[in-house]
């Protein structure tokens, strides 16, 4: 298992181009399965969850050729409506498929995913809405078999859910009647998800808001489509506040400022400056104390439980008391024991975290628990005295693209350890 070695404290300078969205690469991937066509789907993130899911989409019989961040998908000869335990288990978001099977096939074998590193992660919302729909769905031996043609129906969601919203949409191809969803995700990934659906062949009114609704169609017939997809905004959350907690000045491309609003202002209350802006760039700059600002996580446009952790490593190294609660995940926290290695003063309950400054971290062994948790203690790492060794970085690999090198090309002394 690799690990990253990291000199701190660390200054960045330089110009960081964002990549494009894992999480609106992965739904938009495997709805391609829905429809039999060719697409090329450009600024796809390299990483590990991007190859899980080329290697499910080929299960499942598509064949896909992959080049400069660019994939070729060709899905006409889709014939295999399973997706197995050994994929699933491995990465969540492969539960998307069970969707764009129903459309497709009218049936789908698909693992439960299982539990996750902060919480059990429940796809309750999922499965009602397909019954809903219109599919028998029962659960046999781990797996969900769904099978049944999928009509319209009005689905409430209790509380917005980001991967339920993109399952039933991407099981909406060949609607014999009206579909409303209420309380639907409005998160940036969504919207980019509508948009590709769209040009697969949807009608779909209300995107970018709550209440969608979908209409009868007929896709059965083969496509030809490209899209790009947009950049991700977790990403680019976190390097601004790589520039934040090393006191930097950065130049960050390839952005959608409207995206990642409520993560910047929040950094601005702090004490981060603007330097220069536009629609797709950002020059920011922190000198001084980082100031409080108390956060709750929320759905899109709030704060994002994506960048608690990494907020949570920030406010280490304010001067003041600070309180951070995650209202999205409750069990989020997997990276608090591992800041308080690095000598952060912080207590846990429930799903509120109070945040006592301190004036150094100094460096430790530390482990990655998860994705973001593993974000959060690299960032810890750049502020922090000494080298401190961040092991289990493949938690890393799964959603940030070429993160040691763009960190070295800024100035950080950062290796990859591998064993
Ligand atoms: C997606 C993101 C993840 C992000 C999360 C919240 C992807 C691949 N992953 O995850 O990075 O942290 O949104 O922004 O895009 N819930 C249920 N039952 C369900 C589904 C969800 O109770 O069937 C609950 C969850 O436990 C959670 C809340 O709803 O409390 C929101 O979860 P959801 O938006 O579904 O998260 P994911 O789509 O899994």
Redesign the pocket.
């Known amino acids: 298992m690799d690990s990253f070695k990291i000199k701190g404290p660390s200054k960045i300078n330089g110009t960081v181009e964002i990549s494009g969205s894992k999480?609106a690469a992965?739904p938009i991937m495997v709805a391609t399965i829905a429809r039999p066509g060719l697409y090329e789907i450009s600024n796809v993130p390299d990483l590990r969850d991007t190859r899980t899911m080329i290697k499910l989409i080929e299960i499942i019989g598509g064949s896909i050729s992959s080049s400069n961040n660019t994939l070729k998908i060709d899905t006409r000869y889709c014939n295999n409506p399973n997706a197995p335990y050994d994929l699933v288990k491995t990465m969540?978001?492969s539960f998307y498929v069970l969707g764009p099977l129903l459309s497709r096939f009218q049936k789908a074998s698909v693992s439960l995913p299982g539990g996750c590193a902060w919480g059990p992660?429940?796809?309750?919302?999922?499965l009602k809405a397909f019954e809903q729909m219109g599919a028998d769905v029962i659960l046999e031996n781990g797996y969900i078999q769904a099978s049944g043609k999928l009509s319209g129906a009005d689905i409430i969601f209790k509380?917005?859910?980001?991967?339920?919203t993109g399952n039933v949409l991407m099981g909406c191809f060949n609607l014999n009647s009206q579909l409303t969803i209420k309380n639907a995700?409005m998160?940036p990934?969504i919207t980019d998800l509508c948009h590709f659906l769209v040009k697969m062949g949807l009608k779909i009114d209300g995107i970018g808001t709550k209440n969608l609704t979908v209409y009868p169609n007929d896709s059965k017939s083969s496509i030809n489509i490209k899209h790009k997809i947009i950049p991700d905004r977790i990403e680019a959350g976190t390097f601004i506040a790589a520039a934040v907690i090393t006191k930097s000045q950065l130049t960050i491309k390839n952005i959608i400022i409207s995206d990642i609003k409520n993560v910047l202002d929040s950094f601005i209350y702090i004490g981060l400056k603007i330097l220069e802006s536009s629609e797709t760039s950002i020059t920011i700059d922190f000198s001084g104390e980082i100031k409080k600002l108390n956060i709750s996580t929320d759905v899109f446009p709030g704060f994002?439980?994506?960048m608690q952790p990494q907020w949570t490593s920030v406010m280490c190294l304010s001067n003041v008391e600070s309180i951070v609660e995650d209202r999205?995940?409750h069990d989020r926290f997997s990276h608090i024991p591992e800041l308080i290695r690095l000598g952060a003063n912080i207590k846990l309950k429930n799903n509120v975290v109070t945040i006592y400054g301190v004036d150094k971290l100094k460096a430790a062994d530390v482990m990655c628990t998860d994705l973001r948790a593993g974000a959060a203690l690299i960032l810890a790492a750049l502020a922090s005295e000494g080298t401190t060794n961040v092991s289990r970085v493949y938690h890393v690999d799964r959603g940030y693209e070429n993160f040691e090198s763009k960190l070295r090309s800024l100035g950080v002394e950062i290796c990859r350890i591998s064993s």
Request: proline share 8%; aromatic share 8%; no cysteine.
């Open positions: 999480n992965l969540r978001a992660r429940p796809v309750d919302f999922h509380v917005s859910s980001v991967g339920a995700s998160e990934e994002p439980t994506d999205i995940y």
